[in-house]
């Protein structure tokens, strides 16, 4: 009996009984679907958001108080008591560090109104203090006006640079320039106009924010805060240099004992996009295990089926060896018959997977992504099930006698 044959026999049988052999396969279904679905979903978000991870300016990084994306109470715990970030360090990183080209200093208060005579924005406006280098440190560009100076800081003006969402909130109809806005009950003149920055795939905006000196901010929000401080590398190739150059200035001011770990935190691009990475690869092993629970219930219940069909095809089987036919051709006719089962569930599975996967990017706007490991690893996975579930009753058909089997009613 050839291949071909032998599939043609297996598809007769499965449209023979149509529900029995999808109920058969709907553990198949859902752990394929289940694999397709979760793989598909993090490689189009994950290609998605690369570019919206990229929140610094090139060849940039930051250095933090804490390391906030990957740590448990214990650690938080631990790392509590750090000493605060000074601006006293961004000037000793400046002056100390040859691989460096700027070095910024910035903070932060978020949830906070800016008004303009009758009107108000919501209370999510981010207001930042600032020393001149915040614009190309964070990848902003300047729409109208200008950003802040080195005189700005120094004098403590009440200066501020508008966010788009401020912008169209506050002066939908009139230029913005030179207007008096409340920050805080302070009143500050409006000298500049971010640029558009839009949503990021997360849905957050990076357009409400204001920015002020931040000699100013300090005057509002008080001292005693510690600032993040941007560095930006003279080059590419200096980058890993730069860093290491900021390390080591830094462990030196804050008198940290060798052989013990930095009391700050590096954080960059790459840092975020790793955090993502690895929170993405735990939520894909999770998809992946709740697939193989599936798969293995899906192949339990083939093995079931097919031990049903010996049953069920007894006589068949010992009219088949009483006109010639071999042992091996019995085996490989059941075991076809299971992989095709298989089979077709895990085609249907990826169906639906993908099917799945298409709404979701539509709904949720990112594009859709299809490894081609999946698909490879789909098909092998699924042959390898049905060869497993039906070769124990494939074994048990093929070795049935001939004259009991037609006995058999």
Request: charged residues 20%; aromatic residues 8%.
């Amino acid at each position: 009996m050839d291949y071909i044959e032998l599939i043609r026999t297996a598809f007769t049988q499965i449209r023979a009984h149509r529900m029995r052999s999808f109920l058969t396969t709907l553990g198949i279904v859902i752990g394929i679907g289940t694999v397709i679905l979760i793989v598909s979903v993090l490689e189009g978000f994950r290609s998605s958001i690369e570019h919206d991870l990229n929140v610094l300016g090139a060849n940039t990084f930051q250095v933090q108080r804490y390391d906030f994306s990957n740590q448990g109470f214990e650690e938080a715990g631990r790392r509590q008591y750090r000493k605060r970030l000074t601006r006293d360090l961004a000037d000793a990183i400046r002056e100390n560090c040859a691989s460096v080209k700027l070095v910024g200093a910035e903070n932060w208060k978020h949830g906070q109104v800016i008004a303009y005579k009758g009107e108000k924005t919501n209370p999510n406006i981010s207001v930042g203090g600032a020393t001149p280098e915040f614009a190309l440190t964070n990848g902003y560009f300047i729409a109208e006006g200008r950003f802040l100076t080195s005189q700005d800081v120094h004098l403590h003006r009440k200066v501020v640079i508008l966010g788009m969402d401020v912008v169209d909130k506050l002066f939908p109809l009139q230029e913005p320039l030179g207007r008096e806005v409340r920050i805080a009950g302070q009143k500050f003149r409006v000298v500049g106009v971010f640029d558009r920055q839009g949503s990021s795939t997360f849905g957050q905006s990076r357009d409400d924010l204001v920015v002020i000196p931040i000699t100013t901010w300090e005057e509002l929000f008080g001292k005693n805060h510690s600032v993040n401080i941007t560095v930006m590398a003279k080059s590419p190739e200096l980058y890993e240099t730069a860093q290491a150059e900021v390390i080591g200035i830094l462990r030196k001011k804050r008198k940290v004992p060798p052989g013990e770990e930095n009391d700050f935190f590096i954080f960059s691009n790459e840092t975020l996009v790793e955090s993502f990475n690895n929170i993405a690869q735990k939520i894909q092993l999770a998809g992946i295990g709740i697939g193989i629970i599936s798969l293995i219930v899906g192949g339990i219940g083939v093995m079931n089926i097919m031990l049903v069909s010996v049953t069920e095809r007894t006589r068949e089987i010992g009219i088949r060896k009483a006109v010639g036919a071999r042992e091996q051709d019995i085996l490989k006719q059941f075991l076809m018959e299971a992989i095709t089962l298989c089979l077709v569930g895990g085609i249907l599975g990826f169906l639906v997977g993908i099917g799945l996967a298409a709404i979701i990017s539509v709904l949720a706007k990112f594009p859709m992504a299809v490894p081609l490991w999946s698909i490879v690893a789909s098909l092998v996975v699924t042959t390898l099930i049905g060869l497993a579930s039906g070769l124990y009753p494939a074994r048990k058909a093929a070795r049935l006698q001939p004259i009991e089997t037609l006995r058999y009613e």
